[in-house]
């Protein structure tokens, strides 16, 4: 079991986000569990979502708990009051909290006042749970990640810098390709490679270099929800970065295609290549919510 919170995949060691694999791998085959009976998780969003809503739900329901949502307008955290009240009004009602927020500082002030367990359900700097489903997919189809080469096309965002954890972490290397002024930030680099895990990440602006020898090949949107009013010009600035049918030919036939979805068809991925034979992507949106049991189970059920 690991420490009290999971805001980042930074809170783990590679030894622990080995063993969280190895128990929601466990979960998915073995079904449900009463372990969490009696307990309730508030997730606290400010951003709507399908599967980060509904993965937790059944998560806790698989777990024997329960979970209460609490919708944008009815928190509006920072607004109508502040975020240290919320964690602290919360922490006398449940037993967990799962925060999907913009703002990384709001995930870490949720964190330091609450004195339940705080999960990053996803936040502008990182997206540990995506990260956890990520890797995942690939130990379920693989049964070993060390020396899969995943090749990441497009913005170096939250989903990216997660990724980049915890692929160095289980023994991936990421090729993160990228136009100039999206790649990611230096300082996720070094924190990255610094890592122990025997994976790697590197960057290249070439999306035909990075796929060339990849296991799998991953796409997310250019724009992300906040960046709306950017998406045009993003949409120009991608150009050439589409996950095609063009672009797969130029890796192994059987690379596996990867999205966290929602996806822009027609845009950061094409219907043909999202609908391939190779795609998982749907697996990976299962596995978010067994990926979660596993994290669930083992800071509030001590696993």
């Known amino acids: 079991m690991f420490g009290r919170d999971f805001t980042s995949v930074l809170d783990l060691s590679p030894d622990e986000l080995s063993g969280l694999l190895d128990l929601a791998l466990g979960m998915k085959r073995d079904g449900s569990s009463p ?16 599967r980060t809503r509904t993965s937790f739900e059944m998560a806790m329901y698989r777990l024997g708990g329960r979970a209460l949502y609490l919708s944008p307008m ?7 009051e502040p975020v240290k009240d919320v964690a602290r009004v919360l922490s006398r009602m449940v037993q967990g909290i799962a925060a999907r927020t ?36 690939l130990r379920e189809r693989y049964g070993s990640l060390r020396g899969l080469r995943i090749a990441y096309i497009g913005d170096g965002n939250n989903v990216a810098r997660s990724l980049a954890y915890a692929s160095v972490m289980t023994g991936i290397d990421l090729v993160v390709a990228a136009p100039v002024g999206y790649e990611l930030p230096d300082e996720t680099i070094e924190v990255a490679r610094a890592l122990q895990g025997g994976g790697s990440v590197v960057q290249v602006r070439d999306p035909y270099e990075a796929v060339r020898g ?16 950017e998406a045009e010009q993003r949409a120009e600035d991608f ?39 190779n795609s ?11 990926a979660q049991q596993a994290v669930l189970a083992s800071i509030l059920g001590g696993r």
């Not at 006042?113 to 997206?127: I, M, Q, T």
């Not at 192994?252 to 999205?259: E, G, I, T």
């Not at 998982?280 to 067994?290: L, P």
Request: with cysteine.
């Open 280 to 290: 998982v992507v749907f697996e990976q949106a299962e596995n978010r919510m067994h």
């Open 35 to 50: 372990l969490l009976a009696g307990q309730t998780l508030a997730l606290v969003f400010e951003k709507p979502s399908l």
């Open 74 to 80: 009815e928190v509006q955290m920072g607004a109508r």
């Open 102 to 137: 913009y703002g990384h500082d709001t995930v870490l002030e949720l964190a330091q006042y609450a004195s339940v367990p705080v999960v990053n359900a996803l936040s502008d700097d990182e997206h540990p749970c995506q990260a956890l489903a990520d890797v995942l997919t």
């Open 214 to 229: 990849a296991t799998a090949v991953y796409a997310d949107v250019w724009a992300s929800m906040g960046q709306e009013d």
């Open 239 to 277: 150009a050439g970065y589409q996950i095609d049918m063009a672009l797969l030919a130029a890796a192994p036939p059987d690379a596996l295609v990867m999205h966290d979805l929602p996806a822009h068809r027609g845009e950061e991925i094409s219907e043909e290549a999202i609908e391939s034979p």
